[in-house]
Structure formats: C-alpha cells, structure tokens
C-alpha cells in the first residue's frame, strides 16, 4: 500500500512567523484516501497540507501556509481518520456505503400504487363428483404501466397467466379487481392485463427507464407478492450484478424451451409470486420485469429481469393488435464459445453464432450454410447468441439484413429477409380456448451434444 506523510507547518493567526523547524513539525501516517479528506477539511478553513509521497526511497518536500486555528482542527481530523473509518465533517470515508434507506422509501411510496397482485384461476374437477370448480391456481404480480379514458394496461409475466379461466388483479387497497388478458407472448414471457381505469383512476403508471443505459451496480428495488397475496408489496433491495444474461424462455406447462432471452441479473431477492413485479432503479423507473430466479443448492441472489426496453416494445404490440411479432432469422444454432471445441469449425474466430442448420427459405436463398459462424449483423458485432438475438428482436419482419459470417477461414456477407411469427394467448381469460405454443424459429436449441 502506499502511504503519505502529511507535514503540517505552524503559522500565526494570519500573520507568517519564522518557519518551524522540521523537528517541530507534527508528523503523521495516513493513507491516500484519508488525505484526500484532510485537504478538503484544510480548504474549508483555508489552510493547506503539504505532502511528501515516498516510495522506493523517492520523496519531494513541499510546505504550504497555514493559520494556527486551523492546523488543529485538520490534524485531530487526520488522526480520527486514520484510527478508524468514520464520516468525517459530514464526508463519506472512502469505501463505506452511503446510506441510501431514505431514497428506498420514496422509490416506494411513489411506485407501490402502481404495484398489484394477478391471480389466476384454473378449473379444478372433483374426484368424487365430477364436478368442476374454478379456484386460485397461483399469484404473481402485474404493474399499471398505462392508462386511457376506458382501461388501465397492467403488465405481467406470461407464466403467471398462462392457462387462466379467469385473472383477478388485486389493488394494495385489498380490491379485487377483474382483468381481461389482451394479449401474451410466451416468447419473451410477457403478457398484458387490462382492468377499468376507474379502478385505478388515483393510481400513478410507472415510469420505463431505458435499459441499454443500466449500469452494473447501481442499486436494484423489487416490488411484488411472494408466496402469496399474505406477502403483498413485499420490498426487496439489492443492485444489478449483470446487464446481459442469457436464459432459457420456457412453455409453462410442458417446460419446453422455446427461446433464449437477454435478461438484467440481481441479487435482489426473487421469490415465487414476485414474477411480473417491477425492477426499479434509484429513481423509481422500471429497468426490467421481474421473471425468474435460480434455484438450486447453494446458489442464492441470481434473479432475473426482463429489460424495459423489451417489455415497452411487446407490450405496445399486444395493446395495439393482440399479439407480438417477432422476427425471425431462419438459422438455428448457439454461441460457438458455448459449442465444445471438438464441433467447432475451422474458423480463425472464438466467438460468434455457429449455425446448426437454416430453417428458412429465404435464409437458404441468401447462401447461408450450416457450420457457417456469424460475427456481425448490419454494424453490430455478433459475440454470441444475445447479441444476435437482442439486435434481431429490435428489427421489424421484412426486413432485409447484412450477415457477415466466416465459412471455414473465408470471410463472407449474405443478405437475409426477415421472417416473422406472431405470438399467441395463452390464457383462456383472453380468448376463448388457449392454443399450443408453436416453437420459435430462432433459435433451435437442440444442440447435437446434449
């Protein structure tokens, strides 16, 4: 570690007298971030600190002026420092965590309005009768994200109510609420709700931050309802740990997986029921939508979120026509870092989207191959499979894109016609029977070595 030996020479009140010689000059051992304290505390009482940094033997003296009052004041605050790590004249010792408690609760009180239980209710049949009953099948969470003359628009993960007979939102007022399902899309496990506004006519919307502009670290806040309504508007607080997961999007009921999907990581606590609650930043904007959480032995803090982004896009779709359409390149394949080196081809890259097969006629047409690594779209660079895949779900069906690809060590670029594919309701709360999940076009993720 390096240190500083900070002098400090004597002067009188506002008047330089002869200068103190070096044996009266009081000598102590502070580290640099404690001197970067002392200065600001010197220039608040217009003195100044002069300092002989050393290491490997070199030093440089340089003595400064100061005023006698104040030379105490500093010198008790440098040896305060230097005993223990405290807050010094208000000042935050570097490396102790501000307390951030009191912007929590105003991110609180302004979004937990907006902040509702979904309950989905399935048909449920009696073994001994034969008679059929509808009853609460699980909880999760909804956030009121838009309003007009007629509806508030509640948005909410896919999986919370997939299969539904009937949605019930309730209110942190304990009002239960019916909600028609406009829309859902089990592709990026979303789905939006729809409940009369006058239900939530005092209810704020919440406010999407945009998500390609989260920071790792910055502070995390979930709202939701974990293991049930008797846990509602629980708060959890953590902070981002990652921008850019890739987890696998599965079909609620068969656990099939359909896609794979870019998601916001965080160690705020994610539990059952707080799926389709908001993640928010420090300043009360949605980041992501809360969707899933690892479970397994020893692994605690890994949840995941939906970015804002994403969600605004889907979920204006589903109000505008019912549905999401999403893109669709033809190919399937995997990131190659994810392919063990004995399948990869001999391409003079370690990154990249390698290609198992095209699936599309227009991918066909266009030249691209099987074994063929793609490494950029357009301008994009091609890392792995969520750059490929986030660049493609901002682009619209038809759209005709640059590929540039490695085919062995030959560099190449094709021109591919996006396909499309339109998500569908998976509630029956929304239409009249639900429909089977067709899979995606992209990606197949029934790689040969599993």
């Known amino acids: 570690?390096?240190?500083?030996?900070?002098?400090?020479?004597?002067?009188?009140?506002?008047?330089?007298?002869?200068?103190?010689?070096?044996?009266?000059?009081?000598?102590?051992?502070?580290?640099?971030?404690?001197?970067?304290?002392?200065?600001?505390?010197?220039?608040?009482?217009?003195?100044?600190?002069?300092?002989?940094?050393?290491?490997?033997?070199?030093?440089s003296d340089k003595v400064r002026r100061h005023h006698g009052w104040a030379l105490l004041v500093a010198l008790c605050c440098t040896l305060a420092i230097t005993t223990r790590p405290a807050f010094a004249a208000g000042l935050p010792f570097v490396g102790q965590r501000a307390d951030t408690n009191g912007t929590v609760t105003q991110v609180v009180k302004q979004v937990e309005p907006a902040v509702m239980g979904v309950v989905n209710y399935g048909r449920v049949s009696d073994l001994w009768t034969d008679n059929v009953r509808v009853q609460p099948a699980g909880v999760g969470t909804g956030v009121l994200f838009q309003k007009n003359n007629q509806?508030?628009?509640?948005?909410?993960?896919?999986?919370?109510?997939?299969?539904?007979?009937?949605?019930?939102?309730?209110?942190?007022s304990g009002r239960h609420v019916p909600a028609f399902v406009v829309g859902t899309d089990p592709y990026t496990d979303l789905a939006v709700l729809r409940i009369p506004v006058n239900a939530v006519a005092e209810n704020t919307p919440v406010r999407f931050a945009d998500s390609k502009q989260v920071q790792v670290g910055e502070s995390a806040i979930a709202i939701g309802t974990p293991l049930g309504l008797d846990f509602a508007e629980s708060v959890t607080a953590g902070i981002v740990s990652a921008k850019k997961r890739i987890m696998p999007v599965e079909e609620p009921q068969t656990q099939r997986t359909l896609d794979f999907q870019a998601v916001i990581q965080t160690d705020a606590a994610i539990n059952p029921g707080n799926s389709g609650g908001p993640l928010l930043n420090i300043r009360g904007e949605v980041i992501g939508i809360n969707s899933s959480k690892i479970v397994a032995p020893n692994f605690e803090g890994m949840g995941f979120a939906i970015p804002a982004n994403e969600v605004k896009s889907i979920a204006e779709q589903i109000i505008s026509h019912g549905f999401a359409v999403h893109p669709a390149l033809g190919v399937s394949g995997d990131s190659l870092a994810a392919v063990p080196e004995a399948f990869w081809p001999n391409v003079p890259v370690n990154y990249g989207v390698w290609v198992r097969k095209v699936t599309s006629p227009e991918a066909r047409a266009a030249g691209i191959q099987p074994e063929d690594v793609i490494i950029g779209i357009d301008q994009e660079t091609v890392r792995d499979m969520a750059d490929l895949r986030t660049y493609l779900f901002e682009q619209?069906?038809?759209?005709?894109?640059?590929?540039?690809?490695?085919?062995?060590?030959?560099?190449?670029?094709?021109?591919?016609?996006?396909?499309?594919?339109?998500?569908?309701?998976?509630?029956?709360?929304?239409?009249?029977?639900?429909?089977?999940?067709?899979?995606?076009?992209?990606?197949?993720v029934d790689p040969p070595w599993n």
């Open 1 to 59: 570690m390096r240190w500083e030996e900070v002098y400090i020479s004597l002067w009188s009140f506002g008047k330089p007298s002869q200068k103190v010689v070096r044996s009266d000059v009081k000598r102590v051992n502070i580290t640099r971030e404690a001197r970067v304290h002392v200065e600001g505390l010197c220039r608040v009482f217009q003195c100044s600190v002069a300092c002989r940094e050393w290491q490997d033997g070199s030093s």
């Open 396 to 444: 619209k069906p038809g759209h005709v894109v640059s590929l540039k690809v490695y085919r062995n060590n030959k560099p190449m670029t094709f021109k591919v016609k996006l396909g499309e594919i339109q998500s569908i309701n998976t509630a029956r709360a929304g239409t009249a029977e639900g429909t089977a999940v067709p899979e995606l076009p992209f990606p197949d």
């Open 151 to 172: 509806y508030g628009f509640v948005v909410t993960n896919n999986h919370v109510v997939e299969a539904a007979v009937k949605v019930e939102t309730v209110l942190a």
